[in-house]
T-cell receptor, first 112, second 113 residues
């Protein structure tokens, strides 16, 4: 399955709670990404990281935070400041300069 | 930054017919254009990609064409089959050292048996 995993597959949270989505890869990729996908929409970049201990905001970073303490792991925290957190979240990874991104299976987050 | 527009948003074809999906991009520095297929509830998977040094690339029933002057590229699927039904996304890498991709809004392709 491409060596990139996300957990859990489904996640339910109450409004006002922070929640952390896991993303792990064993492809030895340097770069990792988080995207948000809403029904009928394309993929929007939340955060990306090209190297351990460094990451940059994407187009829709408000209300989200990330860390990159290990090359293999890039967890995403959806904070209570995110106004519309219910969505399908996809993690991806790639070699630096390699362009092709490999996607994880996604986490569907529902906040009520 | 890069902006990618994709059309149509939905496309319905009869099995055996051809399907064409078109994308335009804004950043002339883009040099990598992948196409991803996403089945319902699944992860996007790369089906074909093209770099700016070629104008066309084929892989069995799928092909991609690139017009750098007009800044548009297209996905062509011939002899469509029901299993081709999915959402297709185009993307371009823009001017960012090649790592990040900007995606189009997606096209839902429905192949009717």
């Amino acid at each position: 399955d491409g060596g990139i995993t996300q957990s859990p597959k489904y996640l339910f949270r109450k409004e006002g709670q922070n929640v952390t989505l896991s993303c792990e890869q064993n492809l030895n990729h340097d770069a990792m990404y988080w995207y948000r996908q809403d029904p009928g929409q394309g993929l929007r970049l939340i955060y990306y990281s090209q190297i351990v201990n460094d990451f940059q905001k994407g187009d829709i970073a408000e209300g989200y935070s990330v860390s990159r303490e290990k090359k293999e792991s890039f967890p995403l925290t959806v904070t209570s400041a995110q106004k519309n957190p219910t969505a399908f979240y996809l993690c991806a990874s790639s070699y630096l300069g390699g362009n092709e991104q490999y996607f994880g299976p996604g986490t569907r987050l529902t906040v009520t | 930054g890069e902006n990618v527009e994709q059309h149509p948003s939905t496309l319905s074809v009869q099995e055996g017919d051809s399907a064409v999906i078109k994308c335009t991009y804004s950043d002339s520095a883009s040099n990598y254009f992948p196409w991803y297929k996403q089945e319902l509830g699944k992860r996007p998977q790369l089906i074909i990609d093209i770099r700016s040094n070629v104008g066309e690339k084929k892989d069995q029933r799928i092909a991609v064409t690139l017009n750098k002057t007009a800044k548009h590229f297209s996905l062509h699927i011939t002899e469509t089959q029901p299993e081709d039904s999915a959402v297709y996304f185009c993307a371009a890498n823009g001017d960012n050292a090649g790592n990040m991709l900007t995606f189009g809004g997606g096209t839902r392709l429905m192949v009717k048996p």
